[in-house]
């Protein structure tokens, strides 16, 4: 399956702090997307990294991917309660290969 | 630029009933996407489209679901007859090949 699985399914922060999601999958890529999701909203990417990258940041966020594990990692640094939001990826082979997405993290950030 | 524009954004309507969903991606866009988000079952890929033909139909749930896409700015997704498992929000995404998909925000679906 190229379904990405998020871990840990919730979590729970106070302000100022770091926020770390991994996800894993099973199939070769292309590149690997990053999305997140506020209530009520439509799903907003976020970031994407290439298979034969292994670090990008943008912004508060770092992605790390790791081709030989099949994994990779979302780092917010500095979270902000509006950072609060469902956050999923999807990896993707590209061609005609469809993203699927998994359950995702429900990150809570208090303030 | 506009974004994908979804509409309606709720529908209430009884079992049985038929009902459209309709979506215009980002113009320039080749991809199309519908899926369907349940606290049951998370977010699911209906089908999708590329330039204007359906490349994926094996998500859609069974017959009474169809989706068309007429032309690069317009798809619908129609249920007939709706039943209450139904109920759910619907998205709609575009994107240009091996790029992000952008998603609308949605319709929330209710079948009494």
New interface residues.
């Given amino acids: 399956s190229q379904q990405g699985e998020e871990d840990p399914q919730a979590l729970s922060i106070q302000e100022g702090e770091n926020a770390t999601m991994n996800c894993s999958y099973k199939t070769s890529i292309n590149n690997l997307q990053w999305y997140r999701q506020n209530s009520g909203r439509g799903l907003v990417h976020l970031i994407l990294i290439r298979s034969n990258e292994r670090e990008k940041h943008s912004g508060r966020l770092r992605v790390t991917l790791d081709t030989s594990k099949k994994s990779s990692s979302l780092l917010i640094t500095a979270s902000r309660a509006a950072d609060t939001a469902s956050y999923f990826c999807a990896p993707y082979p590209g061609g005609y290969n469809k993203l699927i997405f998994g359950a995702g993290t429900r990150l809570a950030v208090h303030p | 630029d506009a974004g994908?524009i979804q509409s309606p954004r709720h529908e209430v309507t009884e079992m049985g009933q038929e009902v459209t969903l309709r979506c215009k991606p980002i113009s320039g866009h080749d991809y199309l996407?519908w899926?369907r988000q349940t606290m049951m079952r998370?977010?699911e890929?209906l089908i999708?489209f590329?330039n204007n033909v359906p490349?994926?139909d094996s998500g859609m749930p069974e017959d009474r679901f169809s989706a068309k896409m007429p032309n690069a700015s317009f798809s619908t997704l129609k249920i007939q007859p709706s039943e209450p498992r139904d109920s759910a929000v619907y998205?709609c995404?575009s994107s240009l090949d091996?790029?992000?998909?952008?998603?609308?925000?949605?319709t929330r679906l209710s079948i009494l």
């Avoid at chain 2, 091996?98 to 949605?106: R, T």
């Fill in positions: 994908v996407f899926y998370g977010l890929l999708y590329n490349i994926d998205f995404a091996n790029q992000p998909q952008h998603f609308g925000d949605g």
